[in-house]
C-alpha cells in the first residue's frame, strides 16, 4: 500500500460565503461547473491525488461554509494546513475587503508556516466588476502571499493553473518551481487522477 | 381526456381544502390514478412531450386552483391554521383530497384479514422488519386485475422533486431501490396507518381536508410505526401534530412578521438573498422555470427567514436553516413552517444555530462521549488522528480527561452538518424524511442515537476495507475516516440500512432517553463552561458568548442534581456519563412498573 507513504497537504478554502470556493474545487475536481451549488455547510472534504514531475502527492482539500459565524468552527481546520486559498469575487467588492479578516484568522492560527493564496473568483463576470486586477495584485503583495491569481471557475479558467501554482510551493516541487518561476508556458505536464475517497483504498 | 379528469378533481378537491399545485402533487404521489391519466396522455404523445406537458398542464390547474383556493379558504378561516393570505400558504401538505384508491391502489376489504396477523398486538421494541415471505403472499391481492398498478415515476426527479441522481447515487441505483423495494413498501404502510386510523376511531388526514387532524395517542405501536415511515402525503401534518406545533403558535403572528419584515434591514438580510437560489438548487420546486421568474418556492423561503431572523434575532440567519426550511415547505404551509423552525432551533437543536455556534459544539460533545461508550473503535480512532498523546497529557489545567469535550475533534465538524441541517444533504432525501418523521415524534435524542448508528455503519466500513487490503487498522489515516463519515452516509438511499441498525435491540444506545440526553448535554456544557471562564481571563474572544450559552443550556433544565445522578461524586475521570445514564434509565423504568 504506497498511499499511506504518499505525502499529503491540506490545503483549506476560506472567504465569504458564495463566493465560489466549492465552484473552484468542482472544476479542479470533476472538471464541471454548476451556476448553483448548494450552501457548504460546516466544512467539506475532498481528496485527490496529484503527479507532478515523477512525483506524487495527496491533497485534502477543505471547503468551508462561508458566513461569519461560522469562523468558530474553523480554526482547527486551518491549524495544521499547509496552503489557504483565500477567495474572493471579483464582482463583489465587500468580499474583497472581507479578506483581511480570513487572511488574520490564518495568521494567528499559522503565523508564518502557511503558504497564502489570494484567488478572485468570477472574473467571468466582466460587466459586474468591482474589484480590478491590480487591486487583488496589490492586496496579494501586501499580505505576502505566494500566489496571487484570478480565475473563473464557469470558464475553467485559471484553475488547473492555480493548482499547478500551489503544488509547486509544495516540499515536493519546490525545486521544479523554482527553476520555472512565473513561467507558466515553461509548466511541466501535469496528471491528475480522480481518487473519490471512497474507493481510494484500493489504489495499489 | 387526460386534462379534464385532472383538473376535474382539483376543483373538486378544492371546494374543501387547501391544496397544491399539480406540479408538486405528481412529484410526491407517484402510484395515483391521477398520475396514470397523465401519463397516459403523455405517453400518447410521446416520451419527450411529457415534461412541456406536464408543465402546461400546471399553469392552468394553478390558476383555476388557486381563484377556488381564496374563496375555500375565505370560507373557513377561523377555526383553521392556514391564514387568510392564500398566496403564500400553498402547501404540499396533507390536506390535499385524494383518496387511498388513487394513491395505492384499492385498498380492499380482504387486505385486512392478511394484515391483522402481521403488526398483532406486539408491543415489543424490537424494530419488525418487512419480511420478503410476506410480501409475497400478498402481491396477489395487491395485483387485483381491476386496481390500478402503481405508476413508475421515470423522471429525473423524485417525488418530491429532488433529482434523483447525485454524487454517490445513480439514476438506475435510485429507480431500482424505489420501485422494487420503497414504494411497495410505502404502500403497504399507507394501508397500514389506514387501519391503525380506523381502529382508534380517527379519520385520516387526507379526507377530511380543513378539519382539525388528529392523530392516535402516542403508543410503541405508534412509534413503531412511525419509525417505518409516515406516508409521504401526511407528513406536514404528522410533524406538525407530534413536534405540538399548536403549542408554540401564535395566530397571525406570521403574517404580522412578514408584513413588518418589509422594513428590515438586519445584514442577515444580505446573507440570507444570497443563499435562497443555493437552497436546493437540485429541486424542481426551487428552481425557475422561466427566465426571470422567480420560484415561487424561493419567495415563500425568504419570507420564513427573513420572518424568523425578525423573530428570534439571538439566532437571525444562519446558514443551514434555509435548507431546512425549504424541506419543510415541501409539506406545509409557510406559516407552519417557521413555527417548525422555531421548535427545531430552539427545543430540538438548542443553541445549534446561535450566534457563536456553541450549541455545536456542545452537540458534538455529546456525540463524542456516545462514541465512548457505544462505539468505542471509532472514538478511539477520532482521538488518536485528532490529539497527539503528548497534547493530551497537558490537558493539566483542568486534568478531568474530558479534554475532547472543550477542544472538538476537527473531524467532527463533518458530523456538525448532521446536526446542524438534521441530515439534509449528508443522507439520501427518502433516508432524510425518515430521520425526521422519528425526530419530531422521539424528540432530540434520536439525532444523537441515528449519529451512533450512522458511526456503526463507519465503523462496520473501515473493518472490511481494512481486512481486505489486508493492512493494520491503525493505516486508517485521517483523510479516510474523515471521507468516510462524509461520504459513506450518502449512499444510504435505502433507509432500512440505517434503521435497522437503531431497531435492533443488540444497540444498547437504542434505549437512550430524552432525559438521557439533556443530562448528557448538560455534562458537556458545563465541562466547557469550566473551560470558557478560564480562557476568559486568557483571550477576550469567544469566551462571554460561549458562557452565555452555556449558561442557557444549563438553566433550560432544572433536572440536574448532583446528588440524584452524581458526576461528581463518581470517581472522576474514568467513569463514562452515558453508562451512568443506563443506570438511570433502569431505575426510572423499575419505579414505572411499580
Given at each position: 500500500?504506497?498511499?499511506?507513504?504518499?505525502?499529503?497537504?491540506?490545503?483549506?478554502?476560506?472567504?465569504?460565503?458564495?463566493?465560489?470556493?466549492?465552484?473552484?474545487?468542482?472544476?479542479?475536481?470533476?472538471?464541471?461547473?454548476?451556476?448553483?451549488?448548494?450552501?457548504?455547510?460546516?466544512?467539506?472534504?475532498?481528496?485527490?491525488?496529484?503527479?507532478?514531475?515523477?512525483?506524487?502527492?495527496?491533497?485534502?482539500?477543505?471547503?468551508?461554509?462561508?458566513?461569519?459565524?461560522?469562523?468558530?468552527l474553523?480554526?482547527?481546520?486551518?491549524r495544521?494546513?499547509?496552503?489557504?486559498?483565500?477567495?474572493?469575487?471579483?464582482?463583489?467588492k465587500?468580499?474583497?475587503?472581507?479578506?483581511?479578516?480570513?487572511?488574520?484568522?490564518?495568521?494567528?492560527?499559522?503565523?508564518?508556516?502557511?503558504?497564502?493564496?489570494?484567488?478572485?473568483?468570477?472574473?467571468?463576470?466582466?460587466?459586474?466588476?468591482?474589484?480590478?486586477l491590480?487591486?487583488?495584485?496589490?492586496?496579494?503583495?501586501?499580505?505576502?502571499?505566494?500566489?496571487?491569481?484570478?480565475?473563473?471557475?464557469?470558464?475553467g479558467?485559471?484553475?488547473?493553473?492555480?493548482?499547478?501554482k500551489?503544488?509547486?510551493?509544495?516540499?515536493?516541487?519546490?525545486?521544479?518551481?523554482?527553476s520555472?518561476?512565473?513561467?507558466?508556458?515553461?509548466?511541466?505536464?501535469?496528471?491528475?487522477?480522480?481518487?473519490t475517497?471512497?474507493?481510494?483504498?484500493?489504489?495499489? | 381526456?387526460?386534462?379534464?379528469?385532472?383538473?376535474?378533481?382539483?376543483?373538486?378537491?378544492?371546494?374543501s381544502?387547501?391544496?397544491?399545485?399539480?406540479?408538486?402533487?405528481?412529484?410526491?404521489?407517484?402510484?395515483?390514478?391521477?398520475?396514470?391519466?397523465?401519463?397516459?396522455?403523455?405517453?400518447?404523445?410521446?416520451?419527450?412531450?411529457?415534461?412541456?406537458?406536464?408543465?402546461?398542464?400546471?399553469?392552468?390547474?394553478?390558476?383555476?386552483?388557486?381563484?377556488?383556493?381564496?374563496?375555500?379558504?375565505a370560507?373557513?378561516?377561523?377555526?383553521?391554521?392556514?391564514?387568510?393570505?392564500?398566496?403564500?400558504?400553498?402547501?404540499?401538505?396533507?390536506?390535499?383530497?385524494?383518496?387511498?384508491?388513487?394513491?395505492?391502489?384499492?385498498?380492499?376489504?380482504?387486505?385486512?384479514?392478511?394484515?391483522?396477523?402481521?403488526?398483532?398486538?406486539?408491543?415489543?421494541?424490537?424494530?419488525?422488519?418487512?419480511?420478503?415471505?410476506?410480501?409475497?403472499?400478498?402481491?396477489?391481492?395487491?395485483?387485483?386485475?381491476?386496481?390500478?398498478?402503481?405508476?413508475?415515476?421515470?423522471?429525473?426527479?423524485?417525488?418530491?422533486?429532488?433529482?434523483?441522481?447525485?454524487?454517490?447515487?445513480?439514476?438506475?441505483?435510485?429507480?431500482?431501490?424505489?420501485?422494487?423495494?420503497?414504494?411497495?413498501h410505502?404502500?403497504?404502510?399507507?394501508?397500514?396507518?389506514?387501519?391503525?386510523?380506523?381502529?382508534?376511531?380517527?379519520?385520516?388526514p387526507?379526507?377530511?381536508?380543513?378539519?382539525?387532524v388528529?392523530?392516535?395517542?402516542?403508543?410503541?405501536?405508534?412509534?413503531?410505526?412511525?419509525?417505518?415511515?409516515?406516508?409521504?402525503?401526511?407528513?406536514?401534518?404528522?410533524?406538525?401534530?407530534?413536534?405540538?406545533?399548536?403549542?408554540?403558535?401564535?395566530?397571525?403572528?406570521?403574517?404580522?412578521?412578514?408584513?413588518?419584515?418589509?422594513?428590515?434591514?438586519?445584514?442577515?438580510?444580505?446573507?440570507?438573498?444570497?443563499?435562497?437560489?443555493?437552497?436546493?438548487?437540485?429541486?424542481?420546486?426551487?428552481k425557475?422555470?422561466?427566465q426571470?421568474?422567480?420560484?415561487?418556492?424561493?419567495?415563500?423561503?425568504?419570507?420564513?427567514?427573513?420572518?424568523?431572523?425578525?423573530?428570534?434575532?439571538?439566532?437571525?440567519?444562519?446558514?443551514?436553516?434555509?435548507?431546512?426550511?425549504?424541506?419543510?415547505?415541501?409539506?406545509?404551509?409557510e406559516?407552519?413552517?417557521?413555527?417548525?423552525?422555531?421548535?427545531i432551533?430552539g427545543?430540538?437543536?438548542?443553541?445549534?444555530?446561535?450566534?457563536?455556534l456553541?450549541?455545536?459544539?456542545?452537540?458534538?460533545?455529546?456525540?463524542?462521549?456516545?462514541?465512548?461508550?457505544?462505539?468505542?473503535?471509532?472514538?478511539?480512532?477520532?482521538?488518536?488522528?485528532?490529539?497527539?498523546?503528548?497534547?493530551?497529557?497537558?490537558?493539566?489545567?483542568?486534568?478531568?480527561?474530558y479534554?475532547?469535550?472543550?477542544?472538538?475533534?476537527?473531524?467532527?465538524?463533518?458530523?456538525?452538518?448532521?446536526?446542524?441541517?438534521?441530515?439534509?444533504?449528508?443522507?439520501?432525501?427518502?433516508?432524510?424524511?425518515?430521520?425526521?418523521?422519528?425526530?419530531?415524534?422521539?424528540?432530540?435524542?434520536?439525532?444523537?442515537?441515528?449519529?451512533?448508528?450512522?458511526?456503526?455503519?463507519?465503523?462496520?466500513?473501515?473493518?472490511?476495507s481494512?481486512?481486505?487490503?489486508?493492512?493494520?487498522?491503525?493505516?486508517?489515516?485521517?483523510?479516510?475516516?474523515?471521507?468516510?463519515?462524509?461520504?459513506?452516509?450518502?449512499?444510504?438511499?435505502?433507509?432500512?440500512?440505517?434503521?435497522?441498525?437503531?431497531?435492533?435491540?443488540?444497540?444498547?444506545?437504542?434505549?437512550?432517553?430524552?432525559?438521557?440526553?439533556?443530562?448528557?448535554?448538560?455534562?458537556?456544557?458545563?465541562?466547557?463552561?469550566?473551560?470558557?471562564?478560564?480562557?476568559?481571563?486568557?483571550?477576550?474572544?469567544?469566551?462571554?458568548?460561549?458562557?452565555?450559552?452555556s449558561?442557557?443550556?444549563?438553566?433550560?433544565e432544572?433536572?440536574?442534581?448532583?446528588?440524584?445522578?452524581?458526576?461528581?461524586?463518581?470517581?472522576?475521570?474514568?467513569?463514562?456519563?452515558?453508562?451512568?445514564?443506563?443506570?438511570?434509565?433502569?431505575?426510572?423504568?423499575?419505579?414505572?412498573?411499580?
Amino acid at each position: 500500500m504506497s498511499k499511506s507513504n504518499l505525502s499529503k497537504y491540506k490545503i483549506v478554502f476560506l472567504g465569504e460565503q458564495n463566493v465560489g470556493k466549492t465552484s473552484l474545487i468542482t472544476r479542479f475536481m470533476y472538471d464541471t461547473f454548476d451556476s448553483t451549488y448548494a450552501a457548504t455547510i460546516g466544512i467539506d472534504f475532498l481528496s485527490k491525488t496529484m503527479y507532478l514531475d515523477d512525483k506524487t502527492v495527496r491533497l485534502q482539500l477543505w471547503d468551508t461554509a462561508g458566513q461569519e459565524r461560522f469562523r468558530s468552527l474553523i480554526p482547527s481546520y486551518i491549524r495544521d494546513s499547509h496552503v489557504a486559498v483565500i477567495v474572493y469575487d471579483v464582482s463583489s467588492k465587500k468580499s474583497f475587503e472581507l479578506l483581511d479578516k480570513w487572511i488574520e484568522d490564518v495568521k494567528i492560527e499559522r503565523g508564518e508556516n502557511v503558504i497564502i493564496c489570494i484567488v478572485g473568483n468570477k472574473n467571468d463576470l466582466t460587466d459586474e466588476r468591482q474589484v480590478s486586477l491590480q487591486d487583488g495584485e496589490a492586496k496579494a503583495k501586501a499580505h505576502g502571499a505566494k500566489i496571487f491569481l484570478e480565475t473563473s471557475s464557469k470558464l475553467g479558467y485559471n484553475v488547473k493553473s492555480l493548482f499547478k501554482k500551489i503544488a509547486k510551493t509544495l516540499p515536493e516541487f519546490e525545486a521544479a518551481g523554482k527553476s520555472g518561476e512565473e513561467g507558466a508556458s515553461e509548466m511541466i505536464d501535469i496528471n491528475v487522477e480522480n481518487t473519490t475517497t471512497q474507493d481510494g483504498q484500493c489504489q495499489c | 381526456m387526460g386534462h379534464h379528469s385532472l383538473q376535474a378533481k382539483h376543483s373538486f378537491s378544492n371546494s374543501s381544502t387547501v391544496s397544491l399545485p399539480a406540479e408538486r402533487l405528481s412529484h410526491l404521489v407517484v402510484p395515483s390514478t391521477l398520475t396514470a391519466n397523465y401519463n397516459k396522455s403523455a405517453v400518447s404523445k410521446g416520451e419527450e412531450e411529457e415534461e412541456s406537458f406536464h408543465f402546461q398542464q400546471n399553469e392552468q390547474s394553478n390558476q383555476i386552483y388557486s381563484d377556488n383556493a381564496t374563496a375555500t379558504v375565505a370560507a373557513v378561516t377561523g377555526h383553521l391554521t392556514i391564514p387568510k393570505s392564500t398566496s403564500r400558504q400553498k402547501s404540499l401538505s396533507s390536506s390535499f383530497n385524494l383518496s387511498v384508491i388513487d394513491l395505492y391502489g384499492s385498498p380492499n376489504s380482504q387486505e385486512q384479514d392478511q394484515e391483522q396477523g402481521e403488526e398483532g398486538e406486539g408491543l415489543s421494541d424490537d424494530y419488525e422488519e418487512e419480511e420478503p415471505q410476506q410480501q409475497q403472499d400478498r402481491k396477489p391481492s395487491i395485483a387485483q386485475p381491476q386496481q390500478s398498478e402503481p405508476q413508475i415515476n421515470k423522471s429525473e426527479y423524485d417525488r418530491y422533486g429532488f433529482r434523483k441522481q447525485t454524487r454517490s447515487v445513480t439514476q438506475r441505483q435510485y429507480d431500482t431501490w424505489f420501485q422494487n423495494k420503497y414504494q411497495p413498501h410505502a404502500i403497504r404502510r399507507k394501508r397500514k396507518w389506514i387501519q391503525l386510523f380506523s381502529k382508534a376511531g380517527l379519520a385520516t388526514p387526507d379526507t377530511e381536508g380543513l378539519k382539525q387532524v388528529r392523530f392516535p395517542v402516542k403508543s410503541e405501536k405508534l412509534k413503531r410505526f412511525v419509525r417505518k415511515g409516515i406516508p409521504a402525503e401526511w407528513r406536514g401534518e404528522a410533524w406538525w401534530w407530534f413536534a405540538k406545533g399548536n403549542d408554540v403558535l401564535q395566530e397571525g403572528l406570521y403574517d404580522e412578521l412578514v408584513v413588518r419584515s418589509g422594513n428590515f434591514k438586519g445584514k442577515d438580510l444580505e446573507v440570507i438573498e444570497r443563499d435562497l437560489n443555493r437552497t436546493f438548487p437540485d429541486n424542481l420546486h426551487f428552481k425557475s422555470q422561466e427566465q426571470g421568474v422567480e420560484p415561487e418556492m424561493i419567495q415563500s423561503l425568504r419570507r420564513v427567514l427573513v420572518a424568523f431572523a425578525l423573530y428570534q434575532p439571538s439566532i437571525g440567519y444562519c446558514q443551514s436553516l434555509n435548507f431546512i426550511v425549504g424541506l419543510l415547505l415541501l409539506f406545509m404551509s409557510e406559516e407552519r413552517a417557521f413555527w417548525m423552525l422555531v421548535i427545531i432551533t430552539g427545543r430540538l437543536l438548542p443553541g445549534l444555530h446561535e450566534m457563536n455556534l456553541e450549541g455545536v459544539n456542545v452537540s458534538q460533545g455529546v456525540l463524542m462521549l456516545g462514541l465512548k461508550e457505544y462505539v468505542p473503535s471509532m472514538f478511539k480512532k477520532i482521538m488518536n488522528i485528532s490529539f497527539d498523546q503528548e497534547s493530551l497529557k497537558d490537558d493539566g489545567e483542568n486534568g478531568d480527561g474530558y479534554e475532547y469535550l472543550r477542544r472538538i475533534p476537527p473531524v467532527m465538524l463533518t458530523t456538525s452538518s448532521w446536526f446542524m441541517s438534521v441530515f439534509i444533504g449528508s443522507l439520501p432525501v427518502e433516508t432524510t424524511l425518515r430521520v425526521w418523521d422519528c425526530l419530531f415524534y422521539e424528540d432530540s435524542v434520536f439525532m444523537l442515537k441515528i449519529s451512533l448508528s450512522l458511526f456503526k455503519l463507519i465503523e462496520t466500513q473501515i473493518t472490511a476495507s481494512a481486512s481486505s487490503a489486508a493492512s493494520e487498522e491503525s493505516d486508517i489515516d485521517e483523510m479516510e475516516i474523515f471521507s468516510l463519515i462524509q461520504n459513506y452516509p450518502k449512499t444510504l438511499i435505502d433507509p432500512s440500512t440505517l434503521f435497522d441498525v437503531i431497531f435492533t435491540s443488540r444497540n444498547q444506545f437504542n434505549g437512550l432517553s430524552q432525559d438521557d440526553l439533556v443530562r448528557c448535554r448538560q455534562f458537556v456544557a458545563e465541562k466547557r463552561q469550566t473551560a470558557s471562564k478560564k480562557n476568559k481571563n486568557k483571550s477576550k474572544s469567544g469566551g462571554t458568548d460561549d458562557l452565555k450559552v452555556s449558561r442557557r443550556l444549563l438553566a433550560n433544565e432544572d433536572l440536574w442534581s448532583d446528588e440524584l445522578y452524581g458526576f461528581r461524586s463518581k470517581s472522576g475521570a474514568g467513569s463514562s456519563i452515558v453508562r451512568w445514564n443506563k443506570d438511570l434509565s433502569e431505575r426510572v423504568k423499575r419505579r414505572m412498573k411499580r
